[in-house]
Structures are given as structure tokens and as C-alpha cells.
């Protein structure tokens, strides 16, 4: 068949803004940890967990399976990055710079139309957060993480690190040892939210570590959709994400967790995300992925109160040079606990993708009912799909399924579509994104959209 | 002495505990054997000075055949082990021959049992191979079966003695349309310690691959099951399948799976399944409706889920090994 | 319009010959039909028009409107105003009927349609052919019934209005329902400046047609030709005269 070469003429991601940051830190070293928490003025018991991080980090070893991480060295890693700007409250305050970074994607535009907030943070610090007046009245917090601290100290002793533990692994040592950034949100009993909030992070500074923290609280009977967004414009240094994601879900409740990760393929995406989900509370994780380099993400959701749901409905995307190894971990620890999982991956040009699943059913977790998916799509015969789900069921009256599958485009609906009239490249294109409509349906409609135009960047000049 | 045994070509994370198998062994000393019988086929009997399997056990003697296989026919093997037995097994089958081999292990004491076959099936053929493991309740059994295939193998492993499985099935699929399927059946109760590490490799145009277990877990059993369909560059066309089915009789046992497809091209269907679950309560409901018994009822359904393995056995061999499981469930 | 000299074409998956010497010269405003019996080279021939991969021209040509498509890919014949319609047509998880049509309708334009207008069209349409308009949202033929799937190709046929219709209906198996929908479905698409290929097993699809042409085909050659009574004939008495 014929050979077609689209060349890509714009791609915004790529958009560098100048690096003008204030002030950069390399490597990680006690000394660079102090100035850090120095600088953000933080209380002692703080810096003491970032003391522990450090010293954990340098302790434990990388993980013996997934993705080869050797080619990070922490010591060329910029690991603090303040920005040349303040938090603003007001989109125009922001320096022009970051400014259009973010106007180009699109983020001030989505606020006005379908957010209820936006949080905007560039390299390691938040430079916006916004909020409506009548959501603040009724109680509900969206601040920067840093703030947090300060502002609502008792909220934040109660729940920061309960979900994710400083000794989890080596990242997480690394991301407690340097977080930076980030959201913090609360949502009081009851309060439902229509609209869903959202954090971007761009991480702009070439060679740059990120660390955000996110801590999100939604109370018995309450209700959140955030949406996070990531990306960042192509350097040759290897950059490096070790955010942490602490989700706490109250009975009743219900947080739907999106995320369109589209970081550069010079990044390496190593980030924790954990949900401890209380009675007939509700965790939607959907997300997509297709940038980074090398990901490995496995969000964690531990169902502890009778009728819990975890749902997960995932796509990534790995062309050249990236290896996407992601999934989910679960623990059902009550009864009538259910997880629903809807997993799909493409791999082309040599991409490699890997579900890689972990789902613990304990003693109690009677009438659980599971039902798992992978679905995996390849391109051409230079990419790898593997699926590597493991289940560990300690009782016995649960129903549970598992199926997986390795999809293809079959030459029969290639000539179906060519005899329709469309040309090989856009049949491949239309039974891709129909392969992904499951997931981008989840998304909002802005989102679905650009996961789209996201999908189709990545296959022009698929065709060999 | 603690081992590492059965390690997994796929490694994921250790807490989940299911990469290696550690277990504490006390071989006893390798003895001579001749307690065994070989009808249908010559054969080349000898000894070796050294032994070594995929599960990891390196041992300093073992009890060696070798077996052309040449012509058409039925072919019988059986050992009856009173301490130790450590063997060896290379069975070559040539082209275009269709043949079907019993293997049967026994003891009537405990004993440790650690066995390595060996199967190159060449084009064309057509070769069914039945491991029946019916050695005493408290032995321990290390099976590992490597298979290379160019034509059509079928390994029915029927796994009923021994308290101790550690099974390893290595197959490489190297032929164009060729064929290698796996049926494996077991029961495990008290502290049994299943493992079970399975690779099918598809290197070649519209192979076929597939795994397919069935077991029963009683009591505090222990089960682990690794199992890799692996889709070489090179094996478009392909088919690779496992299906992974436990039926649990009691809520103290332990099932962990790691069901893994590694997909290296484009144009192949692949797949795996797991089920795990109590006995279905509107099927045994509906044949207690009628007069039967619960454990008869049980039985049924067993015997039913077992018989991918126990379909190519002859009448009196099947309706021996369904008295064993009536005798163990 | 459509006109097919000495073609010959072999199996690319095992080399072997299915059409052997095939003539057809179909001209504006006519019905063909081909019947013939299993395994005489049928479906092959509606594959080979359009250029499945899976069938090679070995000799011979296919000329379209004047001009030789035999180098031409599946898009690009489609391009030119032929449309076929598949005997089982596949499934497109994950792409809607609304979609599709658009999606289709735009490429065989080149140009971007009107959506407002493309709607009302479509929507006259799937009332004529009794399609429910929730159908829209809907994945392509995934889930259909055999009778739904039809009817989803003549929508395709009249939305995409060409200016050669190839109808691959082989199957034997249809049922009653379905013909009735390719039968209907024919009636409205046909018109003085279009022409139509029923390629069939049986003669319940023509009922009701104005047929300009009946061939039989066996062996991967046209062995007769004559007017509407010859299907009738072979309805009759078979293919047994015309096997060798």
C-alpha cells in the first residue's frame, strides 16, 4: 500500500514559553531540601517530612519490574523551579509569558465556558487559582496546596499523608522530600458540585522535575467531577514527574478524577495517585494518557466501606520512544465492594504499552462483584501491547471477570471504508477513534475534542 | 534448605508476591530407579550426573530415557515411586505421525517426585500427551514440560497427588500452523501449595497457543498461577488463549493469577479469561431439586469442569482418575 | 459505464484462478444481474471491481466511464461514483450511523457538506426506509440484525447516490425481510442515468425489478446471457444445464 507523510504543521504543546524563572535548584541534597521549605516559609514538622523523603529516597531501590528508570540521575534534575510570578486571582495579573502559554491551550476559554474553577500551576509553584463566589459561600476550598498549610492547618494535619505513605517507594520518598505546588480541595457534607473544577500543570523549565501535591477531600454525601490537565514543551534533558494524589471519599459520595496527560516525550511521569473511598462512596478515575516517556502510573483505590465503587476507565496512546506502562491497583476491604475496569491502549511506531493491574479482594469483601476489560490495539508489528493483571482473592462468593483482548484493524473494514470512499489513512484514523469513543465519551465535550485531536496528531503519517 | 523456585519470565510487583515461590525442602538422597514400565515403544534407559529444569532445581542425578517416536500408536509409561524419583524424559516424535502417550505417576508412600519432559513434535504430527500425577497425598511434585512444536501437541497435565505442585509447561511454538494446547486440572485442600509458572510462545504464521486449568481449592490450599501468552514479531495470524478457572470450596484458600499476554504483532487474536467463584448454588439447587446428594451434585459439576483434561483418557483410565477426585473433594 | 474485458483474476491468499475470461458492459440506465451457482466466482467478481487486496487481475481490464481503474486503489474507484454493498457488511465499534454517513458523504464529495441540509436528507431517507432515528447514535452494524445491516447499506447506497450500484447478494441464506429492503431499496435509488449489478444466488431479490439482463455465471466465466426470463428459468430448473 501506498506510503503517506503528514507532516504535523502546529502543535501547541510544544509552545515554549522563555524559561524565566527566578530561581532554580539542582539536584537533591539536604541543603537544597532546607532552602526549599525555607523559602516557602513552612512550619518545622513539614520540613521534617521533607528530611525523611530525602533520606528514604536514597534508601530504597528501583522498582525489579516495568520500565528500565536507570537513565535518571537525580543530580541534573532541576528540582525547585519558582516561576516569575505570584499566585494571581486574576487571569490578567499573570505575566504574559505564562499567560500565553495558557490562553494558547486553551485553559482560560474552558474556565468561562464548562468550569466551575480553574487552578493554573507552571513549573513548581501555582500562579492562579480561581473559584465562583457562590461555591466559596457554601463552604467549598480550591487553593493552592502551599496555602493549605497556612490557611486551613487542622483540614491538612487530618488528611495529608494518610492516603499515600512517605515509604510507599522511591518516588514517593523523592516527591515528599520536594513537593511543591498543587491543589487542595475541600468540599463540605452534602454540597454537590454541576460543574467540575480543574488543575493545569505545565512544567516549562528544560531538564525540570515536578511535584505537585494534590489533596482532595469530598465529604459524606457530596459531590466532585476535577479534571487535570498536564503537558510540556519538548526539551532534550529529561524531565521528571513525582506528583502525589491523596483522594479521600466520604460515605455517599461521589469524585469523578480525570486526567488528559499529554507531557512531552522527554518526560518521565512517575506519579502516585491513591483514593481511600468510605460506604457506597463512588471513585471514577478516568484518564488519559499520551505523552511522557516513560509512565508509571497505577492509581490506587482502596474500597474500605461496605458498597464502595471503584471505576476506571483508562486509554493510553505510545508512539516512538515511549513506554506507557499503566493501570490500576485496587483493594476491596468490604463487602458489596465493586470494581469496574474499561482499559484500552494503541501502540505504534515501536511504542509499548502495558496494562498492569493489582487487585487484592480480602477476607471481607463478600459479594464483591469485579469485572475487568483490556482492550489493546496494534499498530504496525514494531510496537508491543502486554497485559499483565494480577489478582489475589481471599474469599469465596464474589463474582469476578476478566477478560482480555488484542484488537487489530482488519483488512475488511479497511476495504469497506475504502469503498465508502475514505482513503486508508482516514479508515485507520476513524476505527481508531472509534476504539477510543468508550473513553473519550467519558470525558467533557472540550475534552472528548481535544483527546480526538490528540488521537489524530498521533496517527498522521501512520501508514506504511 | 530454602528455595527459589519457579521464577516468572513477566515480573511485577513484589508485593504481590507471586514472581518467585519460596519453599522450604528437605530432598532426600537420589537412589537408583527401576520401577517403571514402558509399553508401545523402545526406548534408551541411562543416567545422568546432573539435572536441571525450568522450575529451578538443580539436582546431581536423575533417571534418563530417550524415545523416538516413529510410527503410529498408542504409547504407555509408568513409574511407581517409593522415595525419590528425579527423571528425565526426551520424547522426539517425527513427521506426520499421529500418537498418543500416557505418562502415569505413582507412589504409595510420600515421596518427592521431580520430572523434566522434554517434547520436539515435528510437522504434521499429532501428538496427545496425558501426565497423570497420582502420587500419595502428602508428596511433593516438581513437573516441568518443555515442548518444542512444529506440528499439533496436546498436554493433558492431571495433576491429583501430592500436597506440594510446583508445575512449569515451557512451550515454544515454532512451526507455521502449528499448535500447542495446555490442559491442566488440579485439587488442592488442607495446606496445599499450588504453583503453576506457564509460557507459550508463537513465533511463526497462524500458530496456535493455549492454556486452559481448571482447579478445585478446599480449605487453606494456596494457589498461584503464572501464565504467559507470548506473541513473537513474526506471528501474525496467530490465535493465543488461556482460561484460568478456580472453583472455590472454602473461604480460608488463597487464589493469586497473573494471566499475562505480551503482544509483539500487530495482526493476532489473543485473549485470556479468569474466573474464580463459589460452585454456581442454581446449579447444585437444581440438581438437589432432583434427588441428588450435595456432594454428588459437587461432583458432577467438577467432573464436568475437568474433563477438557480428561476427554482423550480411555474409559477405564478416565473413570479410575474421576474415582480419585470423588475420593479427594 | 462499466465495462469488463477478458478478466481474470486468482486468490492472492493460494494462488488459484476464480474468474477465468469474464465479459460485462453495462450502460446507463440498465439492471444486470449475474446469478450463478456456489463457488462460480460471484462474490469474487464484486471484490475484484473494487480492488480487494485479497484478489490480484492476472489479465484483462476493468474500464469505468471510458477510463482502465485496474491500478486504482478501493478509494480512489469509489471516488469515481461506484458504491458496493456487502453481503455482510462488517462491524465498526465505536463510530456512529450520523458519523458515518458524514464522514462518507464528505469524502465521496470532497468537500464539506452542509450539515443542516445533510440531516434533513438523511432523516427523509431513513423514513422512507422505515429506519428509527434513534439509529443515528448508534455503532455501526454492531448489534444488528441482518435486516437492520441491509437496510443500513441502502441508506449508504441513497446518501451516497452513485452512479454504479454493485449489489453482493450471494448469500442464499437471506431471509424474506432483507430482501424486501435491497429489493425496496433499489426501486428508489434507480433512475434513468444510473445503473445497477445484482450479483445473486436466487431470483427473489428481482421481483418487482425492471431487469435489462440476466448472465450465468459458472466457473468464472459468463456462459449465457438473455433477458428477465432466463432468471426465470433458472429458478426452475437450476444450474444443472450450464454445468459442464
Partial sequence: ?464 | MEYILNKSKVRTTEHAKINDLHLDLDIPKITNFSNFNVSGIDYKEYDSNEFESRIGLILPKSHNLDIDVTKDGDISISYDIDNILVDNININVAKNINTNITIKYTSTKDIYHISKLNLNIDTSSKVIVNYVNLISRNSKSFIAIESNVLGNLEVNLIDMGGNTKVNNYYSNIVGEQAKSTLNNIYIAKDNDVVDMNYYVGLTNRNDEGYINVSGVLDDNAHKNFKGIIDFIKGSSKSIGKELEKVTLLSDTSITKSLPVLLCHEEDVEGAHGVSTGKIDNDKLFYMMSRGITYKEALILIIKSDFDIALNKLTDKEKEEIENIIEERI | MLQIKNLHTIAVDDGSAILKGLDLNIKKGEIHVIMGPNGSGKSTLANTIFANPRYEITDGSIIFEGKNINDLDTTKRARLGMFLSFQSPVELPGVSVANFLKTAKNNMTGEKINLYNFAKETNELMKKLHIPSDALDRDLNVGFSGGEKKKMEMLQLLTLNPKLAILDETDSGLDVDAIKIVRDGIKMYKNSDNAVLIITHSTKILEGLDIDYVHVLVNGKIVKTGDSSLALEIDKNGYKDYLG
Avoid at chain 1, 19 to 37: A, F, H, M, P
Avoid at chain 1, 273 to 284: M, N, P, Q, R
Avoid at chain 1, 341 to 351: F, H, L, P, Q, Y
Wanted: charged residues 25%; aromatic residues 10%.
Fill in chain 1, 1 to 464: 500500500m501506498a506510503k503517506t507523510q503528514v507532516s504535523i504543521d502546529t502543535n501547541i504543546y510544544n509552545i515554549k514559553a522563555k524559561d524565566e524563572s527566578i530561581l532554580k535548584t539542582y539536584g537533591l541534597t539536604e541543603q537544597v531540601v532546607r532552602e526549599i521549605s525555607k523559602l516557602k516559609g513552612e512550619p518545622d514538622w513539614i520540613l521534617d517530612i521533607r528530611l525523611k523523603g530525602l533520606k528514604l529516597f536514597y534508601e530504597l531501590e528501583n522498582p525489579t519490574w516495568g520500565p528500565d528508570l536507570s537513565m535518571l540521575h537525580i543530580e541534573e534534575i532541576a528540582t525547585y523551579v519558582k516561576p516569575n510570578s505570584n499566585m494571581e486571582r486574576s487571569w490578567e495579573d499573570i505575566p504574559d509569558e505564562i499567560k500565553n502559554t495558557f490562553d494558547r491551550l486553551g485553559i482560560p476559554e474552558a474556565e468561562k465556558k464548562s468550569l466551575a474553577g480553574v487552578g493554573a500551576q507552571f513549573d513548581s509553584e501555582m500562579v492562579y487559582h480561581n473559584l465562583e463566589e457562590e461555591l466559596k459561600s457554601k463552604g467549598v476550598i480550591y487553593c493552592n496546596f502551599d496555602e493549605a498549610i497556612f490557611k486551613y492547618p487542622e483540614l491538612f494535619k487530618k488528611y495529608f499523608m494518610k492516603a499515600v505513605p512517605i515509604n510507599d517507594h522511591k518516588y514517593i520518598a523523592l516527591h515528599y522530600a520536594l513537593f511543591s505546588g498543587g491543589s487542595f480541595i475541600y468540599i463540605p457534607k452534602g454540597v454537590k458540585l454541576d460543574m467540575p473544577l480543574q488543575s493545569y500543570f505545565r512544567l516549562n523549565a528544560p531538564g525540570a522535575g515536578q511535584f505537585e501535591h494534590t489533596l482532595i477531600i469530598v465529604e459524606d454525601d457530596a459531590s466532585l467531577e476535577f479534571i487535570e490537565g498536564c503537558s510540556a514543551p519538548g526539551y532534550n534533558d529529561l524531565n521528571l514527574h513525582a506528583g502525589c494524589v491523596e483522594l479521600f471519599v466520604g460515605k455517599n459520595a461521589y469524585l469523578r478524577f480525570s486526567t488528559i496527560e499529554n507531557w512531552s516525550r522527554n518526560m518521565l511521569n512517575l506519579n502516585t495517585k491513591k483514593c481511600i473511598v468510605d460506604a457506597h462512596g463512588k471513585i471514577e478515575w478516568i484518564t488519559g494518557s499520551f505523552g511522557s516517556k516513560i509512565s508509571m502510573l497505577y492509581p490506587l483505590s482502596i474500597l474500605n466501606g461496605e458498597g464502595a465503587t471503584c471505576e476506571y476507565t483508562g486509554i493510553s496512546f505510545a508512539g516512538k520512544g515511549q513506554n506507557l506502562d499503566t493501570g490500576l491497583k485496587v483493594v476491596l476491604n468490604a463487602p458489596k465492594t465493586n470494581l469496574f475496569v474499561d482499559s484500552k491502549s494503541i501502540s505504534k511506531d515501536g511504542g509499548i504499552c502495558t496494562f498492569r493491574s493489582n487487585v487484592d479482594v480480602m477476607k471481607n469483601a463478600h459479594k464483591a462483584n469485579l469485572a475487568l476489560s483490556c482492550e489493546s490495539l496494534m499498530l504496525d508489528s514494531e510496537s508491543k501491547s502486554d497485559t499483565i493483571p494480577f489478582n489475589d482473592i481471599r474469599v469465596d462468593d464474589i463474582t469476578f471477570s476478566h477478560e482480555a483482548t488484542i484488537g487489530k484493524i482488519s483488512d475488511e473494514m479497511i476495504f469497506y471504508l475504502m469503498s465508502r470512499g475514505l482513503d486508508e489513512e482516514e479508515a485507520k484514523a476513524l476505527i481508531v477513534r472509534g476504539f477510543a469513543e468508550p473513553i473519550s465519551k467519558s470525558f467533557p465535550v472540550e475534552y472528548a475534542v481535544e483527546m480526538n485531536r490528540l488521537i489524530n496528531l498521533e496517527l498522521e503519517g501512520t501508514i506504511g
